[in-house]
T-cell receptor, first 110, second 115 residues
């Protein structure tokens, strides 16, 4: 059974600081997604990582994928309050069947 | 603009009743998915479909069914609602499986409470 584990599950940080969210998974996959969810809202796609070594960046967020280590990271640079949300990684196990991590609730304080 | 909608947005029902949640997308996507979201579990796949008349069971399919009679709709039915099915339900869609760069687009969600 595939397990997708995110850590930390809760993260409170100050504006301007850098931090990384980790997503570990237990089986072979070369496709991984990151989503953002605001409270009471739907999921918004952030990144699609399609191969080993893939790196994508959008604004203050950068995601990477290491398929050999079965690890993806979401790095936040110089955090701002607007990035407060819950972030999910999801691993594609076959033909877009996704297994989600538990989510990381990120709170950024002024 | 193309979109994915769910209805109702909120539903309260009683144990044992049959409930159907609607999902409608206008992107003409072949793939459609139903998930439930519960605290501590992230999202879990209930059922999915790769096209008309195709349906498949996901990780937590017991007590749920779907049917796909056209491209746009994938209704989710709870045959006999149980309190354990109280959750937020999300529908999603995506293009062809072979579209490597594609992601799943999520609807706004339906909050279901079973009393």
């Amino acid at each position: 059974e595939l397990k997708v584990e995110q850590n930390p599950l809760f993260l409170s940080m100050q504006e301007g600081k850098n931090y990384t969210i980790y997503c570990n998974y237990s089986t072979t996959s070369d496709r991984l997604y990151w989503y953002r969810q605001d409270p009471g809202k739907s999921l918004e796609s952030l990144f699609v990582l399609l191969s080993n070594g893939a790196v994508k960046q959008e604004g203050r967020l950068m995601a990477s994928l290491d398929t050999k280590a079965r690890l993806s990271t979401l790095h936040i640079t110089a955090a701002v309050h607007d990035l407060s949300a819950t972030y999910f990684c999801a691993v594609d196990i076959r033909a877009q069947k996704l297994v989600f991590g538990q989510g990381t609730r990120l709170t950024i304080n002024p | 603009d193309a979109e994915i909608t769910q209805s109702p947005r909120h539903k309260i029902t009683e144990t044992g009743r049959q409930v159907t949640l609607a999902c409608h997308q206008t992107w003409n996507h072949n793939n459609m998915f139903w998930y439930r979201q519960d605290l501590g579990h992230g999202l879990r796949l209930i059922h999915y479909s790769y096209g008309v008349h195709d349906t498949n069971k996901g990780e937590v399919s017991d007590g749920y069914s779907v049917s796909r009679s056209n491209t746009e709709d994938l209704p989710l039915t709870l045959e006999s609602a149980a309190s354990s099915q109280t959750s937020v339900y999300f529908c999603a869609s995506s293009e062809e499986v072979r579209a490597w760069a594609d992601t799943q687009y999520f609807g706004p969600g339906t909050r279901l409470t079973v009393l």
